[in-house]
């Protein structure tokens, strides 16, 4: 049955029908499914029976894992240390550590079970007293313990530990003392942890020839790295059987395991064995989006605990392998030792960390110390730095590193130990929490949550820190010293001369000017050489014009309504079959306009040496450049300065479709053959002075590129040689990115540079500046800004996926393709997914000759082909949001037309082949039934939702009609991040009978009993007019990880759309543009998105919490992540949606099609046995009610409608929604076009009338009375007889056809109506709200104090009091009624401290918190002192963890102490006073005062459009090096208001937290004043605070009256 069955919707909407047979509705048995509920057993693909259908659309052409599989899993975490400086073992230490990691249970999670961890273990040292009946003494010097995993399987387990024997007995090394079996309890695992546990022994080895120390440890080193191959060589694999070595050293050992962390140390039973004595014990407790139970991927490792992700995994792991197979590893062993057979390095079967600490051990083991090793692999954002520059030899070291090793790049929070030091770093974001303190008693502890660590007297506390960007600690166990950061940085870097080596070897290649010179003399050789390498006009008109004139990329709207490139009828480039991939959840993406100072585009070229070597000369011979993008002069520099070869991609065009990989396999062998000669840089190029001809064809560049990448890997030649691309087919930022993600070190577009020249040329162009229509430019400077607008897309594109440097997103790989075959992955892009297959070597070959023929026409050539890929142009690309389809719908909706929607139908059904879906056809295994027999209209459109799009970005007509429509039919629209009018809250009553309210009199066709407040509040950016009330008026609270037009990018509403309404709603004022920078919230790791998740079911714990993500590869472990931090909701958009907007390179190459997002979410939940913890919804690009069908069989549970919503209100497709000049009044402010709205509710609601009904027809034919009954069916899924894609035969559906049968299991089908809300359990508000006393200063608007005690797992604390407050008074009435609540804490408070706090509302913390205090704080105040026992000096100690005062929309905070990184972030209104801040302060600021009474971090006041802020200099330039100035400016506090703002809010902050540093400074005022910066955006430059000259005008308007 396909879109044929569309069309009987016309007697559905008269009468109801019985349905004959319909041809296409086959009979079949699915394969019988498992029965049962979801818990007791986890469901596996070798356990789940798939329905798979066989037919051409199943070719096995598809790659749809990548050989890292097992890589898509993403940890976060909670992990720290303690340790003792007495250089003695303690019991008390590891029963702390114990205590700590049981405070870290919130960080981690559990698999379906709900009991079984994933992952927590313990780092020690060897704890020698428990190995007495096999070593004592002196000879434990000389000994070893292994902890090792073992089969359970006695015969694999005997034979397992043979291997291992005959390892470490090898040429009489180590003589086995014995075995000890490992006490342990299974009964406290659950079920998944307990059916995958390991036997577990420890194997006990003694020298044989006395070795201790350091080679000891290479000795025992090389044991462990061979068990992998000697167990193989035994008939077992180490993974598969479960060999695995935690630890096998002379110093640590590691007890890990499936657990929660406070099940631990009862199941080993060792930990609580007062015999248990070390110095130290790191712990960690793992939360991991995958499920599966993998016991050795739990942590610590070997040498690390990693909170974290590592986003160039893929690229880190080849360039590993490249280096494991020249360098010399011998120097991580003891002289003279046999490596001939090692373990590899790194394997496909680890986890990010996992690999990681290989090559952190690699090394260590090499004579490295911990901090060295990742000083080198995860170096800090040296550049711009002003802390390092007064060392600058900690900069040449990074510089010297840069060059021989890429960083293993992505949010990091790293704990280490090589028994003889202990310490712990940050990426070079900071994007962990990581606290530490000291004692005067000897005790040093780190954490990620402070307050975890039980039994510590306050008044021996001398000193509490944070950890932040890059910034590192450590610990020397054998001496007791604590040093810090730049203190252990400067000494390692001064071990080696490496300034004086880059000065002398080292090659700069610097930006050259660019040349106005043109490189073919007739424009016709230009336009044949565009046509044939892939150039339409578009390109020209759109992208080459905007990125020539601006230096900014082509922004458009309205999504990506095109074909994919696989199904167009129109000939693509190759890389429009490449998706890029972006971060959501488990990492942020990084904003690169904002935070710029930790990106580089720096490259390095030619050999590349030994990073574990030890340092010398040659390794700083290379070439460095300032970005890829290179011109003419610089690639002859390039050439001029190492041993080069250029190796032509252009081959005769009569070799015909086999000739393309023919000639792909030559260049590699000429590749190889010219680096084994000694070719540092190879040029790949398809350049020749006249162009191409019409005998020659190419390579494409990617290709190529890839091709020669991979080979040279596989021939272990890879360091030896650079790749430099010259060529015609690299324009847009995409390309580039393609191209240096597959491998390529630097890229000469000569076609984008000539296509510029021409463009400048041009009479339109020349009219234009001359006409003052865009700037007057040079040539020259045309150029500058082309490359500068592809730069500054190559910062997005790596950004988007949270990497911060080029050289680490080179060759890592970070993309999907859609659309090409297995043989063309292998040929080229090894190690790329490709799920649905498609195009093979050949069809690419023709697709080329497509362009081609194009190119030589038989008529002479004179302009570039417009093939329509961006806008509709009638014959052109197809479109189905085209202007003709939109009016069909418009016709049909107005006068509900059954006629019309047959029409409108029709043109879909004659459609040209676009989505995947269109592929697919429904096959039935019922017959068909009446359609009476069918749920009714109103029970399907219950489950239809709108996008989240804000009212800001929609106008006020557009966005209400759209809520009031929905709420009619019993759906969902949603608010976007715009906020809400308090009046949208209750029903409309005052509606006469023309349909108009005086309240609402912009809207038309109302009735009384509408309502037209938004079921979905969205909290896209925190503090967009996310306020208690708002909130609590929600049903469902939806947060926005990232959107389909763009995601991994933020945006912005700039400050012209932003009129004293839209200011109201958002918390803001009038003409602030509002920027939604790319990490949508205070989310950084998939801990953060549980917290934020927590934080909104306590305060509304009757709303469903749902996180909208965007599909792309692996966002099935992304959504099992998200389903085990607790949220109700998962909504899964496709990657063709998006109504504002954006980067036309992010509209047309992010994200995949919902149709693979949604089967992989469904799929993996189900296998985890996860899918009965979430309602699944889908959106992006749906319109039918065929598309919702297939959506269920998928496995969504509701749907979701953007665009088409739009059309249904009167949107024309005019695309011009990113100039705020819809012609129709949908996507504009301005008032005269917002009165030619023509929307009404009832037009909205035929249109979902219309699509019910299709589904009641599609489902009576298949013989379903419900909806329900058809989720996750995919087994009825089967090809489109009819559909035949142009381009090849070769397309794989097997993906989408392959879900788990779950016909016979439906117990995890959602009902919405029926489905509880998840919540947050037994918790501290709760208690809080059973007082009595409480309940009625609440209810009564009066005043009281208490006190109560409170810990870390405290979290959230205030906010569900606030909530309920919020729904008895509303934001402001408890103040205004005479309420005043002052709740005062004594302890370490848990995150999110005080969120959505109230005027009347007093929140104080004796003690410290941790991150996210004040997150969404609305009115009231919060206090964070220390007790008075404390002995540090406030001033110079933590207090307040990070991102605080996140989306504050009011109130106060003084905190008498620093805070950690991003402090008042997002801030609307709060006044803050604080004493000191990490890197990012003031970010995004939109109003409020802050005042920091000490020094900041870097990067203050980015993207700070609003609020003022006062900083205290005490160092002279301090603050000017640490400014961002690119919106604020500083300037002394001048004015009296300004004064008087200051000091009163330092009087408060004194008043509150008795301020030692405040009260010095009020004594001292008239010098302290002077040392104050005030930071003004413009939006506050005419405000009496910050400008005499407002009170100036005041007084001389009032002398004129």
Same mark, same amino acid.
């Given at each position: 049955?396909?879109?044929?069955v569309?069309?009987?919707?016309l007697?559905?909407?008269?009468?109801?029908?019985?349905p004959?047979?319909?041809?296409k509705?086959?009979s079949?048995?699915?394969?019988?499914?498992?029965?049962?509920?979801?818990?007791?057993?986890?469901?596996?693909?070798?356990?789940?029976?798939?329905?798979?259908?066989?037919n051409?659309?199943?070719?096995?052409?598809?790659?749809?894992?990548?050989? @890292?599989?097992?890589?898509?899993?993403?940890?976060?975490?909670?992990?720290?240390?303690?340790a003792?400086?007495?250089?003695?073992?303690?019991?008390?230490? /590891?029963?702390?550590?114990?205590?700590?990691?049981?405070?870290?249970?919130?960080?981690?999670?559990?698999?379906?079970?709900?009991?079984?961890?994933?992952?927590?273990?313990?780092?020690?040292?060897?704890?020698?007293?428990l190995?007495?009946?096999?070593?004592?003494?002196?000879?434990?010097?000389?000994?070893?313990?292994?902890m090792?995993?073992?089969?359970?399987?006695?015969?694999?387990?005997?034979?397992?530990?043979k291997?291992?024997?005959?390892?470490?007995?090898?040429?009489?090394?180590?003589?086995?003392?014995?075995?000890?079996?490992?006490?342990?309890k299974?009964?406290?695992?659950?079920?998944?942890?307990?059916?995958?546990?390991?036997?577990?022994?420890?194997?006990?080895l003694?020298?044989?020839?006395?070795?201790?120390?350091?080679?000891?440890?290479?000795?025992?080193?090389?044991?462990?790295?061979?068990?992998?191959?000697?167990?193989?060589?035994?008939?077992?694999?180490?993974?598969?059987?479960?060999?695995?070595?935690?630890?096998?050293s002379?110093?640590?050992?590691?007890?890990?395991?499936?657990?929660?962390?406070?099940?631990?140390?009862q199941?080993?039973?060792?930990?609580?064995?007062?015999r #248990?004595?070390?110095?130290?014990?790191i712990?960690?407790?793992?939360? !991991?989006?995958?499920?599966?139970?993998?016991?050795?991927?739990?942590q610590?490792?070997?040498?690390?605990?990693?909170?974290?992700?590592?986003?160039?995994?893929?690229?880190?792991?080849?360039?590993?392998? =490249?280096?494991?197979?020249?360098?010399?590893?011998?120097?991580?062993?003891?002289?003279?030792?046999?490596?001939?057979?090692?373990?590899?390095?790194?394997?496909?079967?680890?986890?990010?960390?996992?690999?990681?600490?290989?090559?952190?051990?690699?090394?260590?083991?090499?004579?490295?110390?911990?901090?060295?090793?990742?000083?080198?692999?995860?170096?800090?954002?040296?550049?711009?730095?002003?802390?390092?520059?007064?060392?600058?030899?900690?900069?040449?070291?990074?510089?010297?590193?840069?060059g021989?090793?890429e960083?293993?790049?992505?949010?990091?929070?790293?704990? @280490?130990?090589?028994?003889?030091?202990?310490?712990?770093?940050?990426?070079?974001?900071?994007?962990?929490?990581?606290r530490?303190?000291?004692?005067?008693?000897?005790?040093?502890?780190?954490m990620?949550?402070?307050?975890?660590?039980?039994?510590?007297?306050?008044?021996?506390?001398?000193?509490k820190?944070?950890?932040?960007p890059?910034?590192?600690i450590?610990?020397?166990?054998?001496?007791?010293?604590?040093f810090?950061?730049?203190?252990?940085?400067?000494?390692?870097?001064?071990?080696?001369?490496?300034?004086?080596?880059?000065?002398?070897?080292?090659?700069?290649?610097?930006?050259?000017p660019?040349?106005?010179?043109?490189?073919?003399?007739?424009?016709i050789?230009?336009?044949?050489?565009?046509?044939?390498?892939?150039?339409?006009?578009?390109?020209?008109?759109m992208?080459?014009a905007?990125?020539?004139?601006?230096?900014?990329?082509?922004?458009?709207?309205?999504?990506?309504?095109?074909?994919?490139?696989?199904l167009s009828?129109?000939?693509?480039?190759?890389?429009? #079959?490449?998706?890029?991939?972006?971060?959501?959840?488990?990492?942020?993406?990084?904003d690169?306009?904002?935070?710029?100072?930790?990106m580089?585009?720096?490259? #390095?070229?030619?050999?590349?040496?030994?990073?574990?070597?030890?340092?010398?000369?040659?390794?700083?011979?290379?070439?460095?450049?300032?970005?890829?993008?290179?011109?003419?002069?610089?690639?002859d520099?390039?050439?001029?300065?190492?041993?080069?070869?250029?190796?032509?991609?252009?081959?005769?065009?009569?070799?015909?479709?086999?000739g +393309?990989?023919?000639?792909?396999?030559?260049l590699?062998?000429?590749?190889e053959?010219?680096?084994?000669?000694?070719?540092?840089?190879?040029?790949? !190029?398809?350049?020749?002075? *006249?162009?191409?001809?019409?005998?020659?064809?190419?390579?494409?560049? +990617?290709?190529a590129?890839?091709?020669?990448?991979?080979?040279?890997?596989?021939?272990?030649?890879?360091?030896?040689?650079?790749i430099?691309?010259?060529?015609?087919?690299?324009?847009?930022t995409?390309?580039?990115?393609?191209?240096?993600?597959?491998?390529?070190?630097?890229?000469?577009?000569?076609?984008?540079?000539?296509?510029v020249?021409?463009?400048?040329?041009?009479?339109?162009?020349?009219?234009?500046?001359?006409?003052?229509?865009?700037?007057?430019?040079?040539?020259?400077?045309a150029?500058?800004n082309?490359?500068?607008?592809?730069?500054?897309?190559l910062?997005?594109?790596?950004?988007?996926?949270?990497?911060?440097l080029?050289?680490?997103?080179?060759a890592?790989?970070?993309?999907?393709?859609?659309?090409?075959?297995?043989?063309v992955?292998?040929?080229?892009?090894?190690g790329?997914?490709?799920?649905?297959?498609?195009?093979?070597?050949?069809? /690419?070959?023709?697709?080329?000759?497509s362009?081609?023929?194009?190119?030589?026409?038989?008529?002479?050539?004179?302009?570039?082909?417009?093939?329509?890929?961006?806008?509709?142009?009638?014959?052109?690309?197809?479109?189905?949001?085209?202007?003709?389809?939109t009016k069909l719908?418009?016709? *049909?909706?107005?006068?509900?037309s /059954?006629?019309?929607y047959?029409?409108?139908?029709?043109?879909l059904?004659? =459609?040209?082949?676009?989505v995947?879906?269109?592929?697919l056809?429904?096959?039935?295994?019922?017959?068909p039934?009446?359609l009476?027999?069918v749920?009714?209209?109103?029970e399907?459109?219950?489950?239809?939702?709108?996008?989240?799009?804000?009212?800001g970005?929609?106008?006020?007509?557009?966005?209400?009609?759209?809520?009031?429509?929905?709420?009619?039919?019993g759906?969902k629209?949603?608010?976007?991040?715009?906020?809400?009018?308090?009046?949208?809250?209750?029903?409309?009553?005052?509606?006469?009978?023309?349909?108009h309210?005086?309240?609402?009199?912009?809207?038309?066709?109302?009735?009384?009993?509408?309502?037209?407040?938004?079921?979905?509040k969205?909290? *896209?950016?925190?503090?967009?007019?996310?306020?208690?009330?708002y909130l609590?008026?929600?049903?469902?609270?939806?947060?926005?990880?990232?959107?389909?037009?763009?995601?991994?990018?933020?945006?912005q509403?700039?400050?012209?759309?932003?009129?004293?309404?839209?200011?109201?709603?958002?918390?803001?004022?009038?003409?602030?543009?509002?920027?939604?920078?790319p990490p949508?919230?205070?989310? #950084?790791?998939?801990?953060?998105?549980a917290?934020?998740?927590?934080?909104?079911h306590?305060?509304?714990?009757?709303?469903?919490?749902?996180?909208?993500?965007?599909?792309?590869?692996?966002?099935?472990?992304?959504?099992?992540?998200?389903?085990k931090?607790?949220?109700?909701?998962?909504?899964?958009?496709?990657?063709?949606?998006?109504?504002?907007?954006?980067?036309?390179?992010?509209?047309?190459?992010?994200?995949?099609p919902?149709?693979?997002?949604?089967?992989?979410?469904?799929?993996?939940?189900?296998?985890?046995?996860?899918?009965?913890?979430?309602?699944?919804?889908v959106?992006?690009?749906?319109?039918?009610?065929?598309?919702v069908?297939?959506?269920?069989?998928m496995?969504?549970?509701?749907?979701?409608?953007?665009?088409?919503?739009?059309?249904?209100?009167?949107?024309?497709?005019?695309?011009?929604?990113?100039?705020?000049n819809?012609?129709?009044?949908?996507?504009?402010?301005?008032?005269?076009?917002?009165?030619?709205?023509?929307?009404?509710?009832e037009? /909205?609601?035929?249109?979902?009338?219309?699509?019910?009904?299709?589904?009641?027809?599609?489902?009576?034919?298949?013989?379903?009375?419900?909806?329900?009954?058809?989720?996750?069916?995919?087994?009825?899924?089967?090809?489109?007889?009819?559909?035949?894609?142009?381009?090849?035969?070769?397309l794989?559906?097997?993906f989408?056809? !392959?879900s788990?049968?779950?016909?016979?299991?439906?117990?995890?089908?959602?009902?919405?109506?029926t489905?509880?809300? $998840?919540?947050?359990?037994?918790?501290?508000?709760?208690?809080?709200?059973?007082?009595?006393?409480?309940?009625?200063?609440?209810?009564?608007?009066?005043?009281?104090k208490?006190?109560?005690?409170?810990?870390?797992?405290?979290?959230?604390?205030?906010?569900?009091?606030?909530?309920?407050? *919020?729904?008895r008074?509303?934001?402001?009435?408890?103040?205004?009624?005479?309420?005043?609540?002052?709740?005062?804490?004594?302890?370490?408070?848990?995150?999110?401290?005080?969120? @959505?706090?109230?005027?009347?509302?007093?929140?104080?913390?004796?003690?410290?918190?941790n991150?996210?205090?004040?997150?969404g704080?609305?009115?009231?105040?919060?206090?964070?002192?220390?007790p008075?026992?404390?002995?540090?000096?406030?001033?110079?100690?933590v207090i307040?963890?990070?991102?605080?005062?996140?989306?504050?929309?009011?109130?106060?905070?003084?905190a008498?102490?620093?805070?950690?990184?991003?402090?008042?972030?997002?801030?609307?209104?709060?006044?803050?006073?604080?004493e000191?801040?990490?890197d990012?302060?003031?970010?995004?600021?939109?109003?409020?005062?802050?005042?920091?009474?000490?020094?900041?971090?870097?990067?203050?006041?980015?993207?700070?459009?609003?609020?003022?802020?006062?900083?205290?200099?005490?160092?002279?330039?301090?603050?000017?090096?640490?400014?961002?100035?690119?919106?604020?400016?500083?300037?002394?506090?001048?004015?009296?208001?300004?004064?008087?703002?200051?000091?009163?809010?330092?009087e408060?902050?004194?008043?509150?937290?008795?301020?030692?540093?405040?009260?010095?400074?009020?004594? $001292?005022?008239?010098?302290?004043?002077?040392?104050?910066?005030?930071?003004?955006?413009?939006?506050?430059?005419?405000?009496?605070?910050?400008?005499?000259?407002?009170?100036?005008?005041?007084?001389?308007? =009032?002398?004129?009256?």
């Amino acid at each position: 049955m396909r879109r044929s069955v569309l069309l009987l919707v016309l007697p559905a909407l008269c009468s109801a029908f019985t349905p004959a047979f319909h041809p296409k509705l086959t009979s079949s048995r699915a394969a019988k499914g498992r029965v049962g509920s979801l818990a007791p057993k986890l469901r596996s693909p070798q356990t789940v029976n798939r329905h798979i259908t066989s037919n051409i659309f199943c070719s096995g052409n598809s790659v749809q894992y990548a050989p @890292f599989q097992y890589l898509e899993e993403r940890d976060a975490c909670g992990v720290g240390f303690v340790a003792t400086r007495k250089n003695e073992p303690s019991h008390d230490v /590891v029963r702390k550590a114990s205590v700590a990691l049981g405070c870290m249970e919130h960080r981690g999670a559990c698999g379906a079970d709900y009991d079984s961890g994933d992952g927590a273990g313990m780092m020690t040292a060897i704890p020698w007293e428990l190995f007495e009946d096999w070593v004592k003494g002196d000879d434990t010097k000389k000994s070893g313990v292994g902890m090792m995993f073992l089969p359970q399987d006695p015969s694999k387990r005997e034979t397992a530990k043979k291997a291992v024997e005959a390892v470490a007995t090898k040429n009489g090394k180590f003589q086995v003392l014995g075995w000890r079996t490992v006490p342990v309890k299974p009964e406290v695992l659950g079920s998944q942890a307990s059916a995958n546990r390991p036997h577990i022994e420890q194997i006990i080895l003694k020298s044989s020839e006395g070795l201790t120390g350091d080679v000891l440890e290479q000795a025992l080193y090389l044991v462990m790295r061979s068990i992998q191959t000697a167990v193989k060589e035994k008939g077992l694999d180490w993974f598969d059987d479960m060999i695995y070595a935690c630890s096998f050293s002379s110093r640590t050992i590691v007890y890990k395991g499936m657990v929660r962390s406070v099940v631990l140390d009862q199941f080993y039973s060792d930990l609580t064995d007062p015999r #248990y004595k070390s110095q130290f014990a790191i712990y960690h407790r793992r939360f !991991s989006t995958n499920t599966m139970p993998r016991w050795p991927l739990a942590q610590p490792f070997r040498s690390l605990g990693h909170n974290g992700e590592i986003n160039t995994l893929l690229g880190n792991i080849n360039w590993m392998r =490249a280096r494991e197979a020249v360098m010399d590893q011998g120097v991580a062993f003891e002289k003279g030792s046999d490596i001939s057979k090692l373990d590899p390095l790194s394997t496909a079967k680890n986890s990010d960390s996992a690999n990681l600490d290989e090559a952190v051990t690699l090394a260590i083991r090499a004579g490295k110390t911990p901090m060295e090793a990742l000083m080198i692999m995860v170096p800090e954002a040296y550049k711009n730095q002003p802390a390092l520059d007064k060392m600058p030899e900690i900069t040449d070291f990074y510089d010297y590193y840069s060059g021989l090793q890429e960083a293993w790049d992505g949010p990091a929070l790293l704990v @280490f130990s090589d028994g003889k030091k202990l310490g712990a770093c940050l990426d070079r974001n900071g994007l962990r929490p990581a606290r530490f303190l000291t004692t005067t008693d000897g005790l040093v502890c780190m954490m990620s949550e402070t307050g975890v660590v039980p039994g510590i007297d306050e008044s021996k506390i001398d000193k509490k820190g944070r950890l932040g960007p890059g910034q590192m600690i450590a610990f020397d166990l054998e001496s007791g010293e604590f040093f810090e950061n730049y203190e252990i940085k400067s000494k390692i870097a001064k071990q080696a001369p490496y300034g004086k080596w880059l000065k002398e070897k080292q090659t700069k290649v610097e930006k050259q000017p660019m040349k106005a010179d043109r490189l073919f003399k007739n424009e016709i050789d230009l336009i044949r050489q565009q046509v044939v390498f892939g150039w339409a006009s578009e390109d020209m008109e759109m992208q080459i014009a905007d990125m020539a004139s601006t230096g900014k990329e082509t922004t458009f709207c309205m999504g990506d309504d095109a074909p994919l490139a696989v199904l167009s009828e129109k000939p693509h480039t190759l890389y429009n #079959y490449f998706k890029q991939r972006f971060a959501q959840v488990t990492n942020p993406p990084i904003d690169p306009l904002r935070e710029n100072l930790v990106m580089s585009l720096d490259m #390095y070229l030619g050999r590349k040496g030994n990073c574990i070597e030890p340092a010398s000369d040659h390794n700083a011979e290379q070439i460095k450049i300032e970005s890829p993008v290179i011109n003419e002069k610089e690639l002859d520099m390039i050439k001029g300065a190492k041993k080069s070869v250029t190796l032509s991609t252009l081959y005769d065009i009569s070799k015909g479709p086999q000739g +393309l990989e023919e000639q792909v396999n030559a260049l590699k062998k000429q590749a190889e053959e010219a680096v084994k000669s000694g070719a540092e840089i190879l040029v790949l !190029s398809d350049y020749t002075p *006249a162009g191409i001809s019409a005998e020659q064809t190419y390579i494409p560049p +990617l290709m190529a590129v890839g091709a020669v990448h991979h080979h040279l890997l596989s021939q272990k030649l890879r360091l030896q040689a650079s790749i430099v691309v010259e060529t015609a087919q690299a324009w847009s930022t995409h390309h580039f990115a393609c191209l240096v993600g597959y491998g390529a070190s630097a890229v000469l577009p000569y076609a984008a540079y000539e296509g510029v020249r021409s463009w400048h040329a041009s009479t339109k162009t020349q009219s234009l500046m001359e006409t003052g229509r865009i700037p007057k430019i040079s040539v020259e400077d045309a150029l500058v800004n082309y490359r500068e607008s592809v730069d500054a897309g190559l910062y997005k594109i790596m950004s988007k996926i949270g990497i911060s440097l080029l050289s680490s997103y080179n060759a890592a790989q970070i993309f999907e393709a859609i659309g090409l075959g297995k043989d063309v992955i292998d040929l080229a892009f090894k190690g790329s997914v490709s799920r649905v297959g498609g195009m093979s070597v050949g069809d /690419v070959a023709n697709e080329i000759a497509s362009l081609h023929a194009t190119g030589f026409p038989e008529t002479p050539l004179k302009q570039l082909e417009n093939y329509g890929f961006v806008k509709y142009y009638t014959g052109r690309e197809y479109h189905h949001n085209a202007p003709p389809l939109t009016k069909l719908l418009h016709k *049909a909706i107005r006068e509900k037309s /059954v006629a019309d929607y047959e029409l409108f139908q029709q043109s879909l059904k004659n =459609a040209p082949l676009a989505v995947l879906r269109d592929l697919l056809d429904i096959k039935s295994d019922r017959k068909p039934i009446a359609l009476d027999e069918v749920e009714p209209v109103e029970e399907i459109m219950r489950k239809f939702n709108t996008g989240g799009m804000s009212l800001g970005a929609l106008s006020r007509e557009a966005h209400e009609t759209l809520s009031v429509a929905m709420n009619r039919i019993g759906g969902k629209s949603n608010s976007g991040e715009g906020g809400e009018d308090e009046l949208r809250f209750k029903p409309i009553a005052d509606v006469d009978e023309s349909g108009h309210s005086p309240s609402f009199p912009h809207l038309r066709g109302l009735k009384n009993g509408d309502e037209i407040t938004s079921k979905i509040k969205q909290v *896209a950016s925190g503090r967009f007019g996310v306020t208690p009330e708002y909130l609590m008026t929600a049903s469902q609270i939806e947060i926005k990880i990232a959107q389909g037009a763009k995601p991994g990018e933020g945006g912005q509403l700039p400050g012209n759309k932003i009129d004293k309404y839209i200011a109201t709603l958002r918390l803001s004022k009038p003409g602030v543009t509002l920027i939604s920078p790319p990490p949508h919230h205070d989310i #950084y790791s998939i801990e953060d998105l549980a917290q934020l998740i927590y934080d909104l079911h306590m305060i509304n714990p009757k709303a469903k919490v749902s996180v909208k993500l965007v599909a792309c590869s692996g966002i099935g472990t992304v959504a099992s992540g998200v389903a085990k931090a607790n949220a109700d909701v998962i909504h899964i958009s496709g990657h063709d949606g998006g109504t504002g907007a954006s980067p036309l390179s992010s509209i047309k190459h992010a994200g995949l099609p919902w149709e693979l997002g949604l089967t992989e979410v469904h799929k993996t939940l189900y296998e985890n046995g996860l899918r009965d913890r979430v309602l699944l919804r889908v959106d992006g690009g749906m319109k039918t009610g065929w598309d919702v069908v297939l959506g269920a069989l998928m496995g969504a549970e509701e749907y979701g409608f953007g665009t088409i919503a739009m059309i249904a209100e009167g949107c024309i497709m005019a695309r011009i929604c990113h100039t705020n000049n819809c012609p129709v009044g949908v996507t504009t402010q301005k008032e005269a076009l917002r009165k030619k709205f023509p929307g009404t509710p009832e037009a /909205v609601v035929n249109y979902f009338e219309f699509v019910a009904q299709e589904v009641r027809q599609v489902m009576a034919h298949l013989g379903y009375k419900s909806l329900a009954d058809l989720v996750g069916r995919a087994d009825l899924l089967t090809k489109r007889e009819e559909a035949a894609p142009t381009k090849t035969k070769n397309l794989d559906l097997s993906f989408l056809l !392959s879900s788990p049968n779950t016909k016979d299991d439906r117990t995890w089908v959602h009902d919405e109506r029926t489905q509880g809300v $998840n919540d947050n359990g037994p918790v501290l508000d709760d208690e809080i709200l059973a007082d009595k006393e409480v309940m009625a200063a609440i209810d009564g608007a009066k005043e009281l104090k208490k006190e109560l005690k409170i810990v870390n797992t405290d979290r959230s604390t205030g906010a569900r009091v606030a909530g309920q407050i *919020a729904k008895r008074w509303g934001n402001l009435g408890y103040e205004r009624e005479g309420g005043n609540l002052h709740l005062v804490f004594k302890g370490s408070a848990g995150q999110s401290f005080g969120a @959505f706090t109230l005027p009347g509302m007093t929140m104080e913390v004796v003690g410290e918190v941790n991150d996210y205090v004040g997150k969404g704080i609305h009115g009231g105040d919060i206090v964070v002192r220390p007790p008075a026992e404390a002995q540090f000096l406030a001033e110079e100690n933590v207090i307040v963890g990070n991102t605080a005062l996140y989306g504050a929309t009011g109130g106060r905070l003084f905190a008498n102490g620093k805070a950690g990184e991003r402090f008042a972030v997002r801030n609307s209104r709060c006044h803050a006073v604080c004493e000191g801040t990490g890197d990012h302060a003031l970010e995004y600021m939109t109003g409020g005062v802050v005042v920091v009474l000490g020094e900041t971090g870097r990067n203050v006041a980015a993207g700070m459009t609003g609020g003022l802020a006062y900083l205290l200099e005490e160092e002279d330039g301090s603050v000017e090096k640490r400014l961002n100035a690119e919106i604020v400016k500083k300037q002394r506090v001048h004015t009296k208001a300004g004064e008087e703002q200051l000091k009163g809010l330092i009087e408060a902050h004194v008043r509150a937290t008795g301020s030692v540093k405040g009260k010095r400074i009020l004594d $001292n005022w008239s010098s302290f004043l002077p040392k104050f910066w005030q930071l003004v955006p413009p939006s506050e430059a005419k405000t009496p605070e910050a400008s005499d000259q407002v009170l100036e005008d005041v007084a001389k308007e =009032a002398a004129k009256v």
